[in-house]
T-cell receptor, first 112, second 115 residues
């Protein structure tokens, strides 16, 4: 299995809702990432997990809460989002820092 | 500071033409990695190639080739005999030892291959 699977593919949520994005990989990669990508922009790093521990938080607002329940799973919990948080949320994994990332197909999030 | 510059915002070519995507990077680290990713309209980023700072050998993979030149801090990507399926946004990226697991992406070059 050489894939990163993200669910759901599309999500529309209100500003008072709580939702979660899910990411799964079975390649044994030790690092997992959340990226946010706005239209016509490059991906922006949000969080890095290494060996299931949060190693980098790029000053992301607390309305985004990551969780790594085990080495294969990565969640992103969303609460009280703003319309400007609408974007493509990408999950990725890699074995080491110098390796190319394997990205999931992303979740297109719309906040209304 | 680490920086990746892709000066070409959009390129259009006719199918079967060759096209080169430029990438210029800045870093003070001596150990770093350079990458190219492809993002088709479907949205998923696809890893194409990695080069480390100590390996300046050029690489060819089918219709794709990469030219890494440390002297000019460039890592250019050439597609030979372009095809419609090559239409995508291409990102050059830099990962450096001083910024563990941080990757700096360029702004991307949108390539449109016209049939």
């Amino acid at each position: 299995d050489t894939e990163v699977t993200q669910t759901p593919k599309h999500l529309v949520m209100g500003m008072t809702n709580k939702k979660s994005l899910k990411c799964e990989q079975h390649m044994g990669h030790r690092a997992m990432y959340w990226y946010k990508q706005k239209a016509k922009k490059p991906p922006e790093l949000m969080f890095v997990y290494s060996y299931e521990k949060l190693s980098i938080n790029e000053s992301v607002p607390s309305r985004f809460s990551p969780e790594c329940p085990n080495s294969s799973l990565l969640n992103l919990h969303l609460h009280a989002l703003q319309p400007e948080d609408s974007a493509l949320y990408l999950c990725a994994s890699s074995q080491d820092w110098g390796d190319g990332y394997t990205f999931g197909s992303g979740t297109r999030l719309t906040v209304v | 500071a680490q920086k990746v510059t892709q000066a070409q915002t959009e390129i259009s070519v006719v199918e079967k033409e060759d096209v080169t995507l430029d990438c210029v990077y800045e870093t003070r680290d001596t150990t770093y990695y350079l990458f190219w990713y492809k993002q088709p309209p479907s949205g998923e980023l696809v890893f194409l190639i990695r080069r480390n700072s100590f390996d300046e050998q050029n690489e060819i993979s089918g219709r794709y080739s990469w030219n890494f030149q440390k002297s000019t801090s460039s890592f250019n990507f050439t597609i030979t005999a372009s095809q419609v399926v090559d239409s995508a946004v291409y990102f050059c990226a830099l990962s450096y030892s001083g910024g563990y697991q941080k990757v700096t992406f360029g702004t991307g070059t949108k390539l449109q291959v016209i049939p």
